[in-house]
């Protein structure tokens, strides 16, 4: 079956660095993979939209400049948190599309738990 | 816009019992209906969809849900509950309208706790 997967899963950073988060699909190409949030005990938040060789779409309230993403090849996409502040502590969710499905499949890759200090 | 409501933020069954957990939807075309679960610090695992076809649909680990229109509800059974079905569980629409728009829209989550 298809797999997503995302590099770290776990990172620590001090406040004010950059972290940067990778979410590769493995065995499928994906024009389109999506960015999730994830609070405690609270469901999914889509970030933005990142789209293969343009821009990715961000959705309302989520910082454009804070929030990095770049999808530079059809299996490769990262989010960069620059400047990064304890409040961005989250868990980071990728999911990309299988554009061969007759669907559309979404598959999710296994999450990134940024903890900032 | 399309929607999704899962009414409970936890369900507590005994194991060995049957377990239904929630959802409804609103959109606005022919809707997809996902559900996925997901274990503790982990991405979300797929577990059944529904498209097209028969109402009952039967998905991994036994689960299965009926798709229901006139109530728009899509809610999530298993007959015979196990420990490790404890789990975050949620419910997702996505609207195939043909326009080409193929957003997931999640529910808030519904953690199902299986007492041994």
Known sequence: ?117 | AQSVAQPEDQVNVAEGNPLTVKCTYSVSGNPYLFWYVQYPNRGLQFLLKYITGDNLVKGSYGFEAEFNKSQTSFHLKKPSALVSDSALYFCAVRDYSGAGSYQLTFGKGTKLSVIP
């Open chain 1, 1 to 117: 079956g298809a797999v997503v997967s995302q590099h770290p899963s776990r990172v620590i950073c001090k406040s004010g660095t950059s972290v940067k988060i990778e979410c590769r699909s493995l065995d499928f190409q994906a024009t389109t993979m999506f960015w999730y949030r994830q609070f405690p005990k609270k469901s999914l938040m889509l970030m933005a939209t990142s789209n293969e060789g343009s821009k990715a779409t961000y959705e309302q309230g989520v910082e454009k400049d804070k929030f990095l993403i770049n999808h530079a090849s059809l299996t490769l996409s990262t989010l960069t948190v620059t400047s990064a502040h304890p409040e961005d502590s989250s868990f980071y969710i990728c999911s990309a599309r299988d554009e061969a499905s007759d669907t559309y499949e979404q598959y999710f890759g296994p999450g990134t738990r940024l903890t900032v200090t």
